[in-house]
Nanobody, 116 residues
Framework: QVQLVESGGGLVQPGGSLRLSCAVSEFTLSRYVMSWYRQAPGKERELVATISSSGTSTNVADSVKDRFTISRDNPKNMVYLQMNSLKPEDTAVYYC?????????WGQGTQVTVSS
Protein backbone atom coordinates (compact mmCIF):
# COMPACT_ATOMS: atom_id res chain seq x y z
CA GLN A 1 0.00 0.00 0.00
CA VAL A 2 1.29 3.43 -0.92
CA GLN A 3 2.34 5.50 2.03
CA LEU A 4 3.79 8.95 2.52
CA VAL A 5 4.98 9.71 6.04
CA GLU A 6 6.10 13.19 7.01
CA SER A 7 8.38 13.91 9.93
CA GLY A 8 10.56 16.68 11.30
CA GLY A 9 7.93 19.14 12.43
CA GLY A 10 7.88 20.74 15.83
CA LEU A 11 8.11 23.98 17.78
CA VAL A 12 10.77 26.45 16.72
CA GLN A 13 11.51 30.08 17.55
CA PRO A 14 11.22 32.79 14.89
CA GLY A 15 14.36 32.85 12.79
CA GLY A 16 15.01 29.17 13.39
CA SER A 17 15.21 26.26 10.98
CA LEU A 18 13.59 22.89 10.48
CA ARG A 19 13.97 20.16 7.90
CA LEU A 20 10.89 18.20 7.03
CA SER A 21 11.19 14.73 5.57
CA CYS A 22 8.72 12.70 3.55
CA ALA A 23 9.36 8.97 3.43
CA VAL A 24 7.66 7.24 0.52
CA SER A 25 6.95 3.54 0.30
CA GLU A 26 5.51 1.08 -2.16
CA PHE A 27 6.11 2.88 -5.41
CA THR A 28 8.91 4.17 -7.60
CA LEU A 29 9.46 7.69 -6.39
CA SER A 30 11.31 8.78 -9.52
CA ARG A 31 8.07 8.73 -11.54
CA TYR A 32 6.34 11.25 -9.33
CA VAL A 33 6.29 15.01 -9.09
CA MET A 34 6.55 15.77 -5.38
CA SER A 35 5.17 18.76 -3.55
CA TRP A 36 4.86 20.23 -0.09
CA TYR A 37 1.66 21.95 0.93
CA ARG A 38 0.65 23.60 4.18
CA GLN A 39 -2.59 24.45 5.88
CA ALA A 40 -2.91 26.93 8.71
CA PRO A 41 -5.96 26.97 11.01
CA GLY A 42 -8.94 28.52 9.28
CA LYS A 43 -7.14 28.77 5.95
CA GLU A 44 -7.11 26.76 2.75
CA ARG A 45 -4.31 24.37 1.96
CA GLU A 46 -1.65 26.12 -0.09
CA LEU A 47 1.20 24.95 -2.27
CA VAL A 48 4.61 25.64 -0.78
CA ALA A 49 7.07 23.96 -3.13
CA THR A 50 7.27 21.47 -6.00
CA ILE A 51 10.11 19.41 -7.41
CA SER A 52 10.16 17.59 -10.73
CA SER A 53 10.46 13.81 -10.92
CA SER A 54 14.17 14.00 -11.71
CA GLY A 55 14.85 16.74 -9.20
CA THR A 56 16.25 19.12 -11.81
CA SER A 57 13.46 21.68 -11.53
CA THR A 58 11.94 23.26 -8.45
CA ASN A 59 9.41 25.94 -7.70
CA VAL A 60 8.59 27.60 -4.41
CA ALA A 61 5.82 29.97 -3.38
CA ASP A 62 6.69 33.65 -3.25
CA SER A 63 5.93 33.68 0.48
CA VAL A 64 8.80 31.26 1.20
CA LYS A 65 11.20 32.11 -1.62
CA ASP A 66 14.82 32.42 -0.46
CA ARG A 67 13.90 30.70 2.82
CA PHE A 68 12.62 27.23 1.87
CA THR A 69 14.28 24.64 -0.35
CA ILE A 70 12.75 21.41 -1.65
CA SER A 71 14.92 18.44 -2.56
CA ARG A 72 14.61 14.72 -3.15
CA ASP A 73 16.67 11.55 -2.99
CA ASN A 74 15.04 9.09 -5.35
CA PRO A 75 17.18 6.04 -4.47
CA LYS A 76 16.24 6.55 -0.82
CA ASN A 77 12.58 7.34 -1.61
CA MET A 78 12.82 10.57 0.37
CA VAL A 79 11.71 14.15 -0.18
CA TYR A 80 12.79 17.06 1.99
CA LEU A 81 11.79 20.62 2.78
CA GLN A 82 14.52 22.72 4.33
CA MET A 83 12.96 25.70 6.08
CA ASN A 84 15.15 28.58 7.24
CA SER A 85 14.40 31.98 8.77
CA LEU A 86 11.05 30.71 9.95
CA LYS A 87 8.31 33.19 10.75
CA PRO A 88 5.18 32.89 12.89
CA GLU A 89 3.11 32.95 9.71
CA ASP A 90 4.79 29.71 8.62
CA THR A 91 2.88 27.93 11.38
CA ALA A 92 0.78 25.22 9.77
CA VAL A 93 0.39 21.53 9.17
CA TYR A 94 2.73 20.58 6.34
CA TYR A 95 1.74 17.85 3.89
CA CYS A 96 3.71 15.88 1.33
CA UNK A 97 2.03 15.04 -1.98
CA UNK A 98 3.01 12.67 -4.78
CA UNK A 99 1.49 13.03 -8.25
CA UNK A 100 1.87 10.96 -11.45
CA UNK A 101 -0.83 11.32 -14.04
CA UNK A 102 -4.13 10.63 -12.28
CA UNK A 103 -2.41 9.06 -9.29
CA UNK A 104 -2.21 11.40 -6.32
CA UNK A 105 -1.18 10.48 -2.79
CA TRP A 106 -1.00 12.56 0.40
CA GLY A 107 0.73 12.11 3.69
CA GLN A 108 -0.93 12.66 7.05
CA GLY A 109 0.90 15.91 7.75
CA THR A 110 3.34 17.20 10.33
CA GLN A 111 2.77 20.23 12.55
CA VAL A 112 5.16 23.16 12.40
CA THR A 113 4.74 25.86 15.02
CA VAL A 114 6.86 29.01 14.95
CA SER A 115 6.58 30.89 18.21
CA SER A 116 8.69 32.53 20.86
Amino acid sequence: QVQLVESGGGLVQPGGSLRLSCAVSEFTLSRYVMSWYRQAPGKERELVATISSSGTSTNVADSVKDRFTISRDNPKNMVYLQMNSLKPEDTAVYYCKAAWGFQVYWGQGTQVTVSS
